[in-house]
């Protein structure tokens, strides 16, 4: 069993808010506690301590005999046996990869370089690697990356 823990991929965005925000705050409260930049300043703070702090970075992707399971400590959000894989999108260049479930619930996107998502997952190579190695060859469509012509055909989007 291995388990992948979800991070933050903006780190030093929520950083940067913290400090930029911490030092407005500070020059205004210098200068007699000017409302608005005080407000803003705070604000920076807040976002960014918020995005360091989310219950997010609490989930974890666990790979084991029987599949997939997506949880964190309070519940289990789904499990997804190997079996049930209807097919995976890999590109093992990016260490990226979609994991279809059949359903937006029951699917995982395993997010590598150049991939747009708010999240990372500690170790994506090993984690990539493992699920190409469990799930059938017939299932697996390899591409040079999750954002070609030739992925974005497979790989379902919703639409707002």
């Known amino acids: 069993m291995a388990e992948f ?7 030093g965005i929520a950083f940067g808010s913290i400090g930029l925000g911490g030092a407005i705050a500070g020059v205004a409260a210098l200068v007699g506690f000017a409302t608005l930049p005080l407000a803003t ?3 920076g703070v807040a976002l960014g301590a918020a995005y360091l702090a989310s219950p997010t970075w609490k989930i974890a992707v666990t790979a084991d005999d029987t599949g997939l399971t997506v949880a964190s400590p309070r519940r289990t959000r789904f499990h997804l046996p190997w079996n049930e ?3 995976v999108v890999a590109s093992p260049t990016t260490h990226t990869c979609f994991v279809d479930g059949g359903t937006p619930e029951k699917s995982l996107l395993v997010p590598g370089d150049g991939a747009p998502a708010p999240y990372d997952i500690a170790d994506r190579k090993a984690l ?3 699920i190409l190695a469990r799930v059938p060859a017939d299932r697996i469509k390899t591409v040079s990356s999750l954002d070609a012509e030739d992925a974005t055909a497979v790989i379902p989007t919703t639409s707002a």
């Open 5 to 11: 823990r979800f991070r933050p991929r903006y780190k």
């Open 41 to 43: 300043g705070v604000l």
């Open 85 to 87: 894989i209807v097919r």
């Open 128 to 130: 990539v690697a493992i």
